[in-house]
């Protein structure tokens, strides 16, 4: 594989499933690191160069391709490994939960971890404001579906880690930092401490 | 493959892109059609069977086996067929696309449309219409992206039709619906065009 750079801000959850995909593998990246705080994914270099959506994290494959969207530079990564099911339903079923986290997880439990550690949630906008309780409803939502979903199985989609767990777990294992208590979700709470025990697991401080 | 079965609303840009898909890949789907004006997708039936987060499209393929989220029934149907790139690098590029459609441009673009045409604008509650100005700008923001990647290219992704080509039309087509204009966006609507010259097109209320 061509070398791999991540350009990406070390303590979001986006980067760190990059990161985590990597470690299963066994694969070195490069880290480059930005301060979003200071909008440095927002200068013309980087527009032109890296993302033209202005966001991090990107995979850059090589010198010349650079691979946006977190859960795509992880299907990248681990195309053809273990970590994402050989079977086709299975493989569609792996990526449901991948546009589930981005669509229903993400933007409510990662951007309240945001609001809260990084903007402080008495410095928010008045519609930052006005979306704080549809998105701590939703939230709570998304923690609860996987909560189900978990009663009866240990890991996302088959019966061993794939993409989908390691997507989830970004996130979700954070979720504290955004106001959300795990404590009524005793499946994710298991689930979190198997994915965290598995060989190669690395920790979104490394 | 076993029997298709979408559950849709079908003027939904979601539910619409599994039809485009598998019109064509030639597949036949038989079409099972819910009131979400009407909370159909809410009832424990709902929940139970079909998708535990209440929304539609899901795929069935056979008797059990249920796939929500647009873009992975679209990926369910076409793997393995030239609607995705056989190339790793251009098949996480496709989906690369695929995710930014659902978190830039879905959330934006389809929810004026869906605020605009099914509740109307002065309907809105007090926490959407804080949103409102916030999704016009994104939804441009995401129409300016895709007009400059299309200023050099035919397709989204490699020379040819992809799904990511039909994820992005899907809404983009109808954008007019929810107040976008198409006019600055030449490159934009020469795209609309040929997607819609395909052979095997059909339109969204096919």
Redesign the interface.
């Known amino acids: 594989m061509a070398a791999l750079v991540l350009h990406e801000y070390a303590a979001s959850g986006n980067c760190y499933k990059i990161r985590l995909t990597a470690a299963h593998l066994g694969l070195k990246l490069e880290r480059r690191e930005y301060d979003i705080m200071k909008g440095e994914t927002r200068t013309p270099e980087f527009l032109s160069q890296v993302n033209?959506?202005g966001r991090i994290p990107t995979l850059q494959?090589g010198t010349d391709?650079f691979?946006?969207?977190?859960?795509?530079?992880c299907?990248?990564l681990a195309?053809?490994s273990d970590l994402i099911p050989h079977d086709?339903?299975e493989?569609?079923?792996m990526?449901?939960w991948?546009?589930?986290e981005?669509?229903?997880h993400?933007?409510n439990v990662a951007t309240l971890r945001f609001w809260a550690k990084w903007f402080g949630l008495d410095n928010l906008n008045?519609?930052q404001r006005?979306?704080l309780p549809?998105k701590q409803a939703a939230g709570e939502a998304a923690l609860a579906?996987m909560d189900?979903?978990l009663e009866k199985r240990d890991w996302f989609v088959i019966d061993r880690l794939t993409l989908a767990d390691i997507a989830l777990y970004a996130y979700t294992h954070v979720a504290e930092d955004g106001g959300f208590s795990l404590n009524p979700y005793p499946a994710v709470r298991a689930w979190i401490d198997r994915v965290a025990a598995q060989p190669g697991h690395i920790p979104i401080t490394a």
């Open positions: 033209a959506n494959v391709d691979l946006p969207e977190s859960n795509a530079a299907f990248y195309d053809g086709r339903f493989r569609a079923d990526l449901r991948l546009f589930w981005q669509y229903n993400e933007p008045p519609v006005a979306n549809g579906l189900e979903h």
